[in-house]
C-alpha cells in the first residue's frame, strides 16, 4: 500500500526501516524545533495510525499518553545512541514495560499444501499490541550495533528529525525540506558576498 502525498500530511518524515524512528519525528515538523507537536491530540494520532497502520499489527489504536510515553522513550533511547551516551534507566524499563504488556507468540494453521505460521500479538494482559511491536521492533534494531551507527540527525541543525542513512550519503530528513533550505541560504549568503 503506497502512501499518498497528501495522507502524509504533516508527518513528512515516515517510512524509515523500523516504526520507532518514524514515532519519534512526531515531536516538530520538519526543519523545525519542538514547538509543535505532532501527536497533541486524539486525531493526530489517528492521522499517523493510518499512514502506520500497514506495518503494525491489526487492532485498537493505542492510547495517545501510551503513545508518546513510548516516544519519549524511544527517542531518550535513540538519541543517547548516536551521542555515545549511556541509555537512561527509565527510558530502558519503559521500552520493557511495553513489550511485555503484550507479548507475541507463532500459531500453526493447517492449510492444503501444509502449514502457515502466524504471528499472534496477545492483548489480553491489557497491553496494546501496535506498542508492542514498535517496541519489540526497535528493541531487535538498537541492540544492533551495525544498525544504531546508520542513526543520524538531520544536517539542518534547526531540525530535529532523526533518521536512517541506509544510503550513507544521505544527510537531510526530507531533501525537499531541509536539504532546499540549506542550499537556499547558502545560495543567499554566497550571492550577498558578490
Ligand atoms: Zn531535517
Known amino acids: 500500500m503506497t ?21 519519534i519525528n512526531t515531536v516538530a515538523a520538519p526543519g523545525s524545533p519542538a514547538a509543535e507537536d505532532l501527536l497533541a491530540a486524539d486525531r493526530d494520532a489517528e492521522a499517523w495510525g493510518r499512514i502506520e497502520r500497514p506495518r503494525v499489527p491489526s487492532g485498537d489504536l493505542p492510547d495517545i499518553r501510551a503513545l508518546r510515553r513510548l516516544r519519549w522513550a524511544l527517542r531518550e533511547t535513540i538519541e543517547a545512541l548516536i551521542d555515545g551516551r549511556p541509555v537512561s534507566q527509565t527510558a530502558v524499563s519503559d521500552l520493557n514495560f511495553f513489550m511485555q504488556s503484550a507479548p507475541v507468540s507463532t500459531r500453526l494453521l493447517p492449510i492444503a499444501t501444509g502449514l502457515r505460521a502466524e504471528t499472534l ?11 508492542a511491536f514498535i517496541a519489540t521492533q526497535a528493541a531487535e534494531f538498537l541492540s544492533d550495533p551495525s544498525q544504531v551507527g546508520r542513526l543520524r540527525r538531520c544536517a539542518n541543525p534547526a531540525c530535529l528529525m532523526i533518521f536512517v542513512a541506509v544510503n ?20 543567499y549568503r554566497r550571492a550577498g558576498k558578490a
Request: net charge positive; hydrophobic share 40%.
Open 3 to 23: 502512501i499518498s502525498a497528501v495522507a502524509r500530511g504533516r508527518f513528512a518524515v515516515t517510512g524509515e526501516p523500523i516504526v520507532a524512528v518514524d514515532l
Open 168 to 187: 550513507p550519503r544521505r544527510s537531510w530528513c526530507a531533501p525537499g525540506v531541509c536539504g532546499n533550505r540549506v542550499r537556499v541560504a547558502r545560495h
Open 121 to 131: 500479538w496477545h492483548g489480553e494482559y491489557g497491553g496494546n499490541p501496535r506498542l
